[in-house]
């Protein structure tokens, strides 16, 4: 399973952007779908995730201006960013909880990340 993440770029204070994640491979079922985003120096942390049945959660950082949503025909996870801040500058990447056809546990996959600028 591969992730591919896109929509990344650099972006006035104020602005928007909006990520999309798409999986391809041998996919059979994927269950909870998330971004999170690493800034220089800092954790990794989780931004917003979303369940296969479209249950959200957002960090508090980010509730209100950020929306992701998920297609699960087409096996992608979007994040609709609003009201950029500089703060929100990171790395941003798209993870998804997979279970391979035949096991009996699900494993994490990680996209490569995309980055993402806010000047002020």
């Known amino acids: 399973v591969q992730l591919q993440a896109s929509g990344g770029g650099l972006v006035q204070a104020g602005g928007s952007l909006r990520l999309s994640c798409a999986a391809s491979g041998r996919i059979f079922s994927i269950g909870d779908m998330g971004w999170y985003r690493q800034a220089p120096g800092k954790q990794r942390e989780l931004v917003a995730s979303i369940t296969r049945g479209g249950r959200s959660n957002y960090a508090d950082s980010v509730k209100g201006r950020f929306t992701i949503s998920r297609d699960n025909a087409k096996n992608t996870v979007l994040l609709q960013m609003n009201s950029l801040r500089p703060e929100d500058a990171a790395v941003y990447y798209c993870?998804?909880?997979?279970?391979?056809?035949?096991?009996?546990?699900?494993?994490?996959?990680w996209g490569k990340g995309t980055l993402v600028t806010v000047s002020s």
């Open positions: 993870k998804i909880r997979h279970q391979r056809l035949g096991d009996y546990v699900a494993r994490d996959y």
